[in-house]
């Protein structure tokens, strides 16, 4: 079975910052990915267009991030898919939970990757790990009949928010993305609506990078991204 990454973003940004490397380097080795952002952050994550030009409309914001994360997705080499459900607040009804519990099952992932559970500040990206919690579980439940297409439960991991300590979150799994990290710049350079994020992403990739030498002791990892497996694995051997 091909490996099948999902990667579910609040933002049409969120998967350049946190996942890009991961992105492409799944690539790489192979498998097959999608990218699916939940609305285009026109509201929250678009500060440098609204100061460029503060009567900028909605609309006009919304197809500049289309544009961007397009051209970062055509980048690394994946697909991309926009829900356009609207950003400050992201509203999460039952029939936009129903319509990515039919995405996921159409697509039938065998890993999906997105927002941690807690994000003090930002308010959309708890809402978007609630509903990819809830949308996988959905899609691998065991109804009788099932209301959804029924898939084999996809490994799930979070992605690394921006401020990690005061989101709860733990990594524990590091991507080495050494060999793709020229795609990730080239990705960030993109997105010109949050130019301010590059140089800190950078900086992260080669932090983390020192983690996973540490870990693994493979002195050529030179950059890494961090995520945190949120349900237990199964293997066939420790070894």
């Avoid at 065998?110 to 927002?115: A, F, K, M």
Wanted: hydrophobic share 35%; charged share 25%; proline share 6%.
């Amino acid at each position: 079975m091909k490996n099948k990454l999902l990667i579910i973003g609040a933002h049409s940004g969120d998967f350049v910052w946190r996942s890009a490397g991961t992105i492409a380097k799944s690539i790489e080795e192979g498998a097959q990915t999608l990218v699916v952002c939940l609305s285009y952050g026109e509201r929250g994550e678009s500060g440098e267009l609204w100061k460029e030009d503060p009567k900028r409309s909605i609309e006009n914001v919304k197809q500049i991030r289309h544009e961007q994360a397009q051209k970062a997705a055509d980048i690394l080499g994946t697909p991309i898919q926009f829900l356009n459900w609207g950003d400050y607040p992201m509203l999460i009804s039952e029939e936009r939970i129903e319509q990515l519990t039919y995405l996921i099952g159409d697509y039938e992932p065998t890993t999906i990757l997105t927002h941690s559970e807690k994000d003090p500040f930002n308010p959309d990206h708890p809402l978007a790990f609630q509903a990819t919690q809830r949308a996988r579980l959905l899609s691998s439940g065991a109804g009788v009949p099932s209301a959804f297409k029924n898939i084999d439960p996809p490994v799930w991991y979070s992605f690394e928010p921006h401020q990690p300590e005061l989101c709860g979150f733990v990594p524990n799994t590091f991507m080495d993305i050494s060999s793709v990290m020229d795609k990730k710049i080239a990705a960030m350079d993109c997105m010109g609506a949050q130019t301010y994020l590059k140089d800190y992403y950078i900086e992260l990739a080669g932090r983390r990078a020192n983690h996973a030498r540490r870990i693994s002791g493979k002195k050529e990892i030179k950059f890494a991204e961090a995520h945190q497996c949120m349900v237990p694995r199964i293997v066939n051997s420790i070894f």
